[in-house]
């Protein structure tokens, strides 16, 4: 994929406000044919510019109203050692993201809680039993700030 211009800037702003903009609605937004717009979405979604189209769920509509961010370090960082993990963790039904990181910690994840005594099973059920771990320390959000799920809709502003 060449470097996004403009348009493909403008196109990826207009469906992160809106992912459900029909396909017209979008050209007339942006300026194009119908038939241009749709060749670049294409292009976009091809090239893994978009990756997909998402129903955006509040965490607190579905009761989860704790978010806990966990730094957890392991035994080595060692190919093996990470892949064990990394499997294991996506098998964690609480955590929305995952990050393997540089510095003190060698993962950040991020977990939605319903309150105290559901992070407290989650910490016990799982994150204990994940293989190599040998420090987790957790931190609770106060308040959520901002949520920005994608940056190009900050793009260009």
């Not at 093996?80 to 993201?97: G, I, Q, Y």
């Not at 407290?120 to 059920?125: G, V």
Request: glycine share 4%; with cysteine.
């Amino acid at each position: 994929m060449e470097k996004l211009d403009h348009i493909d800037l403008a196109i990826l702003k207009t469906l992160q406000e809106n992912g459900r903009i029909s396909n017209a609605d979008l050209a007339d937004r942006i300026g194009l044919s119908a038939s241009s717009c749709s060749r670049r979405l294409d292009i976009l979604e091809k090239s893994g510019v978009i990756s997909g189209y998402h129903a955006r769920v509040s965490h607190k509509a579905l009761d989860y109203k704790m978010i806990v961010i966990v730094h957890i370090s392991l035994s080595g960082q060692f190919a093996k050692t990470l892949a064990e993990f990394e499997a294991a963790v996506k098998r964690v039904p609480n955590v929305l993201v995952c990050y393997l990181m540089s510095g003190e910690y060698d993962y950040i994840l991020r977990i939605a809680c319903k309150d105290l005594e559901d992070y407290e099973r989650i910490h016990r059920d799982w994150l204990s039993a994940l293989p190599h771990v040998v420090k987790i320390n957790s931190s609770f959000a106060l308040r959520e700030i901002i949520d920005r799920p994608n940056l190009a809709a900050s793009l260009g502003s």
